[in-house]
Antibody, heavy 119, light 106 residues
């Protein structure tokens, strides 16, 4: 059974960098996009981006200038960095596996981690 | 591609039929439309992919239909565990967007 779990600080100061890790168990990294999605009351569910097992990345243009993702297959995890955060980045952050083929979907998801941006 | 779901809230009783709409601002290929269910404090759960295909373990009272810009999720017989928020989502063009959700409440 594939399981994903997010980890990272729950509080980040404005202008600093938000860093999260998603630990993966029960799945190879091959042939999937490993994705980050966030959810806030104001903006609903927002796709942040993804990284393929090949290392290719695909970011939301609205966040592209501040987002970086990486994959560490030796540690079975992938990471998100979001720079220069503001209060608008306060959200629950989910990691998810995205199927990459004729069809696509996000499944499974991690349980989510709440991040608050505040001084 | 903006996805607009309606209604915002659907008030129904167990045993009734629910019909949830998702309208896209630009045409979406049928293979690129998915539906998710989310309960409070939980992550979204995949229900339907490719407009009509149920994900593993999803009961057949859930069905999806549609094409172009108009898509529908139907729950033929509401069970108590089906009261939740439902989201449509498109993979046709980046950025991959979600609808704002329809809450199905008792």
């Amino acid at each position: 059974q594939v399981q994903l779990r997010e980890s990272g600080p729950g509080l980040v100061k404005p202008s600093e960098t938000l860093s999260l890790i998603c630990s993966v168990s029960g799945s190879s990294f091959t042939s999937h996009y490993w994705s980050w999605i966030r959810q806030s009351p104001g903006k609903g569910l927002e796709w942040i981006g993804g990284i393929h097992s090949s290392g290719d990345t695909d970011y939301n243009p609205a966040l592209q200038s501040r987002v970086s993702m990486s994959l560490d297959t030796s540690k079975n995890h992938f990471s998100l960095e979001l720079t220069s955060v503001t209060t608008a980045d306060t959200a629950v952050y989910f990691c998810a596996r995205r199927a990459s083929g004729y069809f696509s979907w996000f499944d499974p998801w991690g349980q989510g981690t709440a991040v608050t941006v505040s001084s | 591609n903006l996805l607009t779901q309606s209604p915002g809230t659907l008030s129904l009783s167990p045993g009734e039929r629910a019909s949830l709409s998702c309208r896209a601002s630009q045409s979406v290929a049928t293979r690129s439309l998915a539906w998710y269910q989310q309960k409070p404090g939980q992550a979204p759960r995949l229900l339907i992919y490719g407009t009509t295909n149920r994900a593993n373990g999803i009961p057949d009272r859930f069905s999806g239909s549609g094409s172009g810009t108009d898509f529908t999720l139907t729950i033929t017989y509401l069970e108590p565990e089906d009261f939740a928020v439902y989201y449509c989502q498109q993979f046709d063009s980046s950025p991959y967007t979600f609808g704002q959700g329809t809450k199905v409440e008792i």
